[in-house]
């Protein structure tokens, strides 16, 4: 007997590259290269074209930046289809932000490198900035390790499963009022704390742009020469006294540090009064050299020279740096802002808290509220109450200080001093 056998359709299983947690880093690679778009690539070629002088071109710049930042986002999202997998866009705002936070954690890394190369002398500077750039790969490895597990996906659906990474409301119809006033309220929070911010003027106080350095490319614009003699600067620039006059002496720390090793007060003195000595004023001598001379002055009881320590060479250490937010004064409120409107808009549609917003104005429409007439009745009765308390305890006050104050019982006694205190008026009071 035939038998008739279904064929089921084959289904294609996604590839190891089509898995949320890949689109999540493509997403999130995107995004970093949109960012280098718009706040580095196009303030650059405004400066190569001479853009920065004027109002205006600041102004065209920045409308520049704005349209290529909306293109660019929503390219994005477009590429990102209507059907993007659930826990994708969850995926690249935590690859941003994991993106910057190695950042920041090799920056922390290399300022130690950098202190066990420059000040310690442990190795060389290009086996630091070797270990830097190593420290950076080992922990963009391990970040990107742990992104790819599968307690990680499940942790980015269920993220974006309660809704934070969506526009689209939560029972939209139900709960309306309160979720109004809790919108309100966390608005008046969020607003209060940037006003006060700019009140306060705490962001002119810091830095005009919060950039992060980039570790080993430090140099120094060399400020005061300080005692170095003249033959050690011209060893490493021969050109320095047409730099110098130029303020344009730039040099690198390990330069810097070189220089600095021929003042040094462990090893050399700086003569102040020569005496009987052969040296000269302000002349740098070995401490060796120094020792000896002072030796031989005392055998022949001639006056020994006067010295001081010498003065190091310094000056202001600069780094070429990535520019994490411009304008520090203007962005970062505009993005609080954005972020607190998100924020007060996602809390009310989170489904655990919009469930509980909705049975509160449940429970609220379920109370029977007093009429007009009857609230301001019985407001009108607790101010006048409150008031004749007032009165009555302020009455009870005065008399029982005058009756145990009276010297046949004399329970409460008051000194001579304080009663003066009282008598004097309030402005003349010490407090």
Avoid: C
């Amino acid at each position: 007997m035939a038998v008739a056998v279904k064929n089921m359709p084959e289904v294609a299983s996604k590839g190891r590259f089509e898995r949320m947690a890949f689109v999540s880093l493509a997403g999130a690679a995107y995004l970093l290269g949109t960012f280098g778009i718009v706040f580095y690539l196009i303030p650059s070629l405004g400066q190569s074209l001479g853009w920065g002088g004027s109002g205006a071109a600041f102004l065209l710049r920045l409308v520049i930046q704005l349209a290529a930042l909306v293109g660019l986002l929503v390219f994005g999202t477009r590429l990102l289809g209507p059907k993007t997998a659930l826990g994708v866009r969850a995926g690249i705002f935590f690859g941003f932000v994991g993106f910057v936070l190695v950042l920041l954690l090799t920056r922390w890394a290399s300022l130690w490198i950098e202190y066990w190369s420059y000040d310690r002398g442990l190795f060389s500077p290009t086996a630091g900035a070797i270990a830097t750039v190593a420290v950076g790969l080992a922990l963009l490895v391990l970040g990107t390790r742990l992104f790819l597990r599968p307690a990680s996906e499940r942790f980015l659906v269920t993220r974006e499963e309660q809704g934070w990474f969506s526009i689209q409301p939560y029972k939209p119809l139900q709960g309306v009022r309160v979720r109004r006033g809790t919108i309100f309220g966390i608005l008046v929070l969020i607003g209060s704390g940037i006003w006060t911010m700019l009140a306060h003027g705490t962001l002119r106080r810091g830095p005009q742009d919060w950039q992060l350095d980039i570790p080993f490319t430090g140099r120094v614009i060399l400020e005061a020469r300080g005692d170095v003699p003249a033959e050690v600067l011209a060893q490493y620039v021969p050109d320095w006294e047409v730099r110098w006059q130029e303020h344009a002496l730039v040099l690198d720390r390990s330069t810097f540090q070189e220089i600095n090793k021929s003042v040094d007060p462990e090893r050399f003195v700086k003569i102040i009064e020569p005496g009987s000595s052969d040296y000269r004023t302000n002349q740098i001598v070995e401490r060796s050299k120094y020792t000896e001379e002072i030796r031989e002055l005392k055998k022949r009881g001639e006056t020994e020279p006067q010295v001081s320590a010498p003065q190091p060479a310094s000056g202001t250490l600069l780094y070429r740096s990535l520019t994490l937010l411009p304008s520090v004064q203007f962005t970062l409120p505009l993005l609080m802002l954005a972020a607190g409107i998100w924020l007060a808009w996602r809390v009310v549609n989170v489904p655990v808290f919009a469930d509980f917003l909705i049975a509160t104005e449940a429970e609220m429409n379920k109370v029977s509220w007093t009429t007009q007439r009857r609230l301001v009745q019985d407001t009108m009765v607790v101010l006048v109450t409150v008031v004749l308390m007032a009165f009555y305890l302020f009455g009870m006050d005065v008399m029982w200080k005058s009756v145990l104050s009276w010297p046949p019982i004399g329970v409460l006694k008051i000194s001579s001093e304080e009663q003066k205190e009282e008598a004097q008026p309030p402005e003349d009071r010490p407090w």
